[in-house]
């Protein structure tokens, strides 16, 4: 009888156990990571590689507690099993936490409420036409017809990014999060019902053809698809999604953007002058690329020029 109470108290034991391991070591790491378990930007560029060196450059130590900030959002308490599981179980295997775009921003932003009950027609007229006594021109000026500029250069395309990329954008540079003097002026002057009308105007337009891969070489291709484990590079298609066409609502199509803005951009994350990638993705990755890496992305993704298209 006293032996099989012991039986029963040994197997209670073995089964509570790496539930509670997982317990423990969840609680410890969600201190140690101020609590919401995000990537801080400061940590990100302040010791470039720590965001990503995990899954790069020791495989081995994926999943290991402690090797990634970001690995964390899966070991939640909630995931152990009920310990009413027959046989001892495994260590449970930690479901992998889908990516959500939304995982890039760091707080519930206050652009979200400009694109409630937003209404595309007044953000298409307002792009037509501008805010003339505010002194904003149009849109369309710098940003073409539909969304396509006709010539490139500095001017993105504003079609092919989702509403709500396009509002974050914008309220951004109302802020002044993000800085270029053109577009710190307009934003300036729309109000925040305003920059909802033209970001869900532009996030219904179709981006321009696809010409991904057409030129850049296989140095470029291999960055997008691939990219370098050795330098804790993730590949761009990653986050990016398949051949620079975006994903989910935060992470914007990079297919058909100018070389000569895809280029400002990554120099502007490198040098810093560009800070509103909140978790400091981009201010990481582009300082790991070189001169040369950065031109032959940006004819990959770009296509031809607009006039030969
Ligand atoms: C005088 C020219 C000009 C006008 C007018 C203009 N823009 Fe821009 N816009 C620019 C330039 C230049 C950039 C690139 C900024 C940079 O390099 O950071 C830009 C960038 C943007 C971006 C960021 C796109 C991205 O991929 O991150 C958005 C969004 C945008 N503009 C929206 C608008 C909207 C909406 C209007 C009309 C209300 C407008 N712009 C009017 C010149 C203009
Ligand atoms: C971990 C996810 C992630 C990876 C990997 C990543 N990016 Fe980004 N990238 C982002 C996010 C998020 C933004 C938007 C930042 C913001 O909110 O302004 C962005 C923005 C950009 C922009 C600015 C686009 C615009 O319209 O202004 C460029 C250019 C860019 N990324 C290029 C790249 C390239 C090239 C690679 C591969 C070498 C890459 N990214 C890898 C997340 C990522």
């Not at 260590?91 to 760091?106: H, I, N, Q, W, Y």
């Not at 519930?108 to 002194?135: C, I, M, V, Y």
Request: aromatic share 4%; hydrophobic share 40%; with cysteine.
């Amino acid at each position: 009888m006293i032996e099989h109470r012991k039986g029963i108290s040994i197997a209670v034991l073995l089964i509570m156990a790496p539930p509670l391991v997982t317990l423990i070591a969840t609680a410890h790491q969600m201190i140690g990571t101020g609590g919401d378990g995000l990537i801080r930007a400061k940590a990100v560029t302040a010791s470039a590689p720590t965001a990503t060196q995990a899954p790069a450059t020791a495989p081995a130590a994926s999943g290991a507690p402690g090797a990634t900030p970001t690995a964390t959002p899966g070991a939640t308490p909630g995931t152990a099993p009920a310990p009413t599981a027959a046989a001892a179980p495994p260590k449970p295997p930690a479901p992998v936490p889908g990516r959500s775009a939304l995982d890039f921003s760091a707080s519930r932003p206050a652009w979200e409420t400009f694109l409630h009950d937003a209404d595309p027609a007044a953000g298409k007229q307002l792009a037509a036409n501008g805010k003339p006594a505010a002194g904003v021109q149009a849109c369309v000026a710098c940003h073409g017809q539909a969304g396509i500029t006709p010539s490139g250069g500095i001017f993105p395309n504003l079609a092919g990014l989702s509403s709500e990329y396009l509002a974050k954008q914008l309220a951004d540079f109302r802020s002044g999060a993000r800085v270029q003097p053109l577009m710190n002026t307009v934003a300036r002057a729309l109000s925040e019902q305003e920059i909802g009308q033209v970001a869900a105007y532009y996030g219904t337009l179709a981006g321009p053809p696809m010409h991904v891969g057409e030129f850049g070489g296989d140095a470029a291709r291999k960055l997008d698809v691939q990219g370098d484990g050795a330098r804790a590079l993730p590949a761009c298609a990653n986050c990016h999604g398949l051949r620079g066409m975006g994903e989910g609502p935060l992470i914007p199509r990079l297919a058909g953007q100018s070389r000569e803005y895809f280029t400002d951009q990554m120099n502007a994350f490198r040098n810093g002058s560009r800070q509103n990638d909140d978790v400091g993705v981009m201010r990481a990755f582009s300082q790991r690329l070189t001169d040369a890496e950065i031109q032959a992305l940006a004819a990959y993704y770009a296509g031809p020029a607009p006039q030969q298209r």
